[in-house]
T-cell receptor, first 113, second 113 residues
Framework: QQQVKQSPQSLIVQKGGIPIINCAYE??????FPWYQQFPGKGPALLIA?????SEKKEGRFTISFNKSAKQFSLHIMDSQPGDSATYFC????????????FGSGTQLTVLP | DVKVTQSSRYLVKRTGEKVFLECVQD?????MFWYRQDPGLGLRLIYF???????EKGDIPEGYSVSREKKERFSLILESASTNQTSMYLC????????????FGQGTRLTVV
């Protein structure tokens, strides 16, 4: 049972483009929504995170948009660069159960020079 | 600098072997996790631990067990390896509490032949 659905599975954009990755969740108990970035040969690393009482959060070129009523959230990458080419995972967690993260299926982003 | 270290980057084992994957963290985190990563499926939680000697099943525990005898070390055990356990295995640790970051190891690529 996949509680966090992520799309698209892969995405190719030109340098300077704005890739958008979307996620939808089912469990309304989720109260923390991070995005992780993974480069080949490395473990995932936290990129940016949001809580459900905030509709948008920006950190540098990365923005999370959050729609609580629709149970959806998305990652936007402004002015994308080839160095942003990586796999991106959305995730969600709730209090209890050691704050275990439920991950989406991942999006492989390629930014062409 | 925080660190989660997995004992092996690559492992090749035979069907039926007992396999041990070791993970050590140096951050004094309460929570530790084992995930497996497969293309198109994202990261799926196998087991987690919130304290020494305490463990909980994740979403896909069948065929696996874990051990946490010391706070810094969390081991994943494949009792009798099978070819469908060929995967990338990721260990993570996380401080207890809301909005805390999960830190991942570099992963172990296990091939069962």
């Amino acid at each position: 049972q996949q509680q966090v659905k992520q799309s698209p599975q892969s995405l190719i954009v030109q340098k300077g483009g704005i890739p958008i990755i979307n996620c939808a969740y089912e469990n309304t108990a989720f109260d923390y929504f991070p995005w992780y970035q993974q480069f080949p040969g490395k473990g995932p690393a936290l990129l940016i995170a949001i809580r459900p009482d905030v509709s948008e959060k920006k950190e540098g070129r990365f923005t999370i948009s959050f729609n609580k009523s629709a149970k959806q959230f998305s990652l936007h990458i402004m002015d994308s660069q080839p160095g942003d080419s990586a796999t991106y995972f959305c995730a969600a967690s709730f209090s209890g159960s050691a704050r275990q993260l439920t991950f989406g299926s991942g999006t492989q982003l390629t930014v062409l020079p | 600098d925080v660190k989660v270290t997995q004992s092996s980057r690559y492992l090749v084992k035979r069907t039926g072997e007992k396999v041990f994957l070791e993970c050590v963290q140096d951050m004094d985190h309460e929570n530790m996790f084992w995930y497996r990563q497969d293309p198109g499926l994202g990261l799926r939680l196998i087991y987690f631990s919130y304290d020494v000697k305490m463990k909980e099943k994740g979403d896909i525990p069948e065929g696996y067990s874990v051990s946490r005898e010391k706070k810094e070390r969390f081991s994943l055990i494949l009792e009798s390896a099978s070819t469908n356990q060929t995967s990338m295995y990721l260990c993570a640790s996380q401080e207890d509490g809301w909005n805390t970051e999960a830190f991942f190891g570099q992963g172990t690529r296990l091939t069962v032949v």
